[in-house]
């Protein structure tokens, strides 16, 4: 069946636009999450769904970062002001997480985020 | 909250021969361990994992081990092929939250 898709694949910004990234999870997953991948490094949670409970923002670095989930499905990440240090690919997964196991989490191809 | 250091950061190794990716976890609590594999341009691939109830997994050319008293966990890639070159990542979480991610191992196969 179908991944999780990601668009767009490649965003060029300006400093101090906002841009929003979208994130379709594979269906019937009920578990979302947001990672951000910079140049060299490991992938950085930032925010996580999980049904209908309140989302787990721990991750997020700063309040231009917030992100919605609609619907229980599709997700948007949204980045105000951009910066520099915002330049990063950014992933998310989707899982399907039931009773008391953590399942696997699929990753979508990312979004490569450059702002010039 | 949870750390996972992850070594070594660069490994190449002649074709055929095997390949070890060491993770340490700092949360007793972590209780899932996935390994994913990273090839260019796209998202990471679940490779294998392993919950903290089994001390080994293994899949055809890979397994992996889990120390949890030393709380560590290792991957093994045996036989190695050229198509097994790419990033790879340990991972450690608790139940029901996010996955904490080593920084990633550049594996390079040669033939």
């Known amino acids: 069946g179908a991944g999780v898709s990601q668009s767009p694949s490649n965003k060029v910004t300006e400093k101090g636009k906002d841009v929003e990234l979208r994130c379709d999870p594979i269906?019937?997953?009920?578990?979302l999450y947001w990672y951000r991948q910079s140049l060299g490094q490991g992938l950085e949670f930032l925010i996580y769904?999980?049904?209908?409970?309140?989302?787990?923002k721990s991750g997020l670095p700063s309040d231009r970062f917030s992100a919605e989930r609609t619907g229980g499905s599709v997700s948007t990440l949204t980045i105000q002001r951009t910066q520099q240090e915002d330049s990063a690919v950014y992933l998310c997964?989707?899982?399907?997480?039931?009773?008391?196991?953590?399942?696997?989490?699929?990753f979508g191809p990312g979004t490569r985020l450059t702002v010039l | 909250g949870e750390n996972v250091e992850q070594h070594p950061s660069t490994l190449s190794v002649q074709e055929g021969d095997s390949a070890v990716i060491k993770c340490t976890y700092s949360?007793?609590?972590?209780?899932?361990f996935p390994w994913y594999k990273q090839e260019l341009g796209k998202g990471p691939q679940l490779i294998i994992d392993?919950?903290?109830?089994?001390g080994e997994k293994k899949d055809q050319r890979i397994a992996v081990t889990l120390n949890k008293t030393a709380k560590h966990f290792s991957l093994h890639i045996t036989e190695t092929q050229p198509e097994d070159s790419a990033v790879y990542f340990c991972?450690?979480?608790?139940?029901?939250?996010?996955?904490?991610f080593g920084k990633g191992t550049t594996l390079s196969v040669s033939s």
């Open positions: 997964a989707s899982s399907f997480s039931s009773g008391g196991r953590t399942d696997t989490q699929y």
């Open positions: 269906s019937g997953h009920t578990a």
């Open positions: 769904f999980q049904g209908n409970s309140a989302p787990d």
């Open positions: 949360d007793s609590a972590s209780n899932y």
């Open positions: 392993i919950r903290s109830n089994v």
């Open positions: 991972a450690a979480s608790v139940y029901q939250t996010a996955l904490i």
